[in-house]
């Protein structure tokens, strides 16, 4: 089943990462690129993952994650992890 892209952050967390990161940063320019080409995606995610057991990881968040990993050349995901909590 497929997982939803929903953000939960605030719910885990006392600082909302929005306010952390400026207003003219170039991630938030790159971001409304990339979601308005994944949300053209969304049917054909939907229709690569069975409807049966748990939900996955969205595939959403996995391409934004591959996408930052690239922009950063982080060399694995383990780094990738590290570099998001550390940098957040």
Same mark, same amino acid.
């Given at each position: ?6 953000v +939960? ?23 409304? @690129?990339? #979601?308005?080409?994944?949300? =053209? ?8 993952? &069975?409807?049966?057991?748990?939900? +996955? @990881? &969205?595939?959403?968040?996995? @391409?934004?994650? =591959?996408? @930052?990993? !690239?922009?950063? +050349? !982080? ?11 550390? #940098?957040?």
């Amino acid at each position: 089943m497929r997982g939803t892209d929903e953000v +939960s952050g605030s719910l885990f967390s006392h600082v909302d990462l929005e306010d952390r990161i400026p207003a003219r940063h170039p991630l938030r320019k790159i971001r409304q @690129i990339v #979601n308005d080409a994944l949300a =053209s995606l969304g049917g054909d995610f939907d229709r690569l993952y &069975a409807d049966l057991r748990r939900p +996955s @990881i &969205a595939p959403e968040r996995l @391409i934004r994650a =591959s996408l @930052i990993q !690239i922009l950063f +050349s !982080i060399r694995s995901e383990r780094q990738l992890m590290e570099q998001m909590q550390y #940098n957040l």
